[in-house]
């Protein structure tokens, strides 16, 4: 679902005001900025998928991102020096000129209402989408793929299967 093009969005001008609870632009008044006679702003659509990432993490609830083959290779990742799991991981995109589409695949805490973290989870991501970038934020789907138990102390970190035990001598 994701497009390796650069696609057009543009900030909110400088004359839009956020409100003071840091509420994003209305769809009717950040569709009016994209092309201004000063010039265009284009998002990339890894920027968008990172500010979903990102919004999306912040909420408790949520443990991890992408399927299990994902996040083994995101464990990988992360214990090679340097390296660091993608805040991409397990978010797809689709960028227009006006509006966006989210896509998130999900790990939830065992315990946590599904149906109130979703809520959460769209709520601030269509929040910080909206007024980082401008856009309208026309939907976010998620998908949950696994839940994640207390007993799973390390659910997330890929370990090297045992050595089997030789069956002669």
């Keep these: 679902m994701t497009t390796p093009s650069n696609t057009s969005a543009t900030m909110p001008s400088s004359g839009s005001s956020v409100g003071s609870a840091g509420s994003a632009l209305s769809p009717s008044s950040a569709g009016g900025g994209l092309d201004t006679s000063e010039g265009k702003t284009t998002i990339a659509d890894a ?7 990102l919004a999306a993490r912040e909420v408790p609830g949520v443990y991890g991102f992408g399927g299990s083959a994902a996040r083994a290779f995101g464990a ?3 214990r090679i020096p340097g390296g660091r799991a993608s805040s ?8 227009g000129e006006r509006q966006a589409a989210i896509d998130l695949t999900i790990v939830v805490e065992y315990g946590v209402a599904i149906a109130d973290l979703a809520r959460a989870i769209r709520r601030n991501v269509i929040g910080a989408i909206e007024q980082m970038t401008g856009l309208e934020v026309v939907e976010v789907n998620l ?3 696994d839940l994640h138990l207390p007993s799973d102390d390390s659910s997330s970190d890929y370990q090297a ?9």
Excluded: D, F, L, Y
């Design 47 to 53: 920027v968008v998928s990172k500010i979903a990432g």
């Design 76 to 78: 990988i990742t992360e």
């Design 161 to 169: 299967p045992a050595p089997a035990p030789n069956r002669v001598q």
């Design 88 to 95: 991409t991981q397990g978010v797809s995109v689709e960028v």
């Design 143 to 145: 998908n949950v793929v």
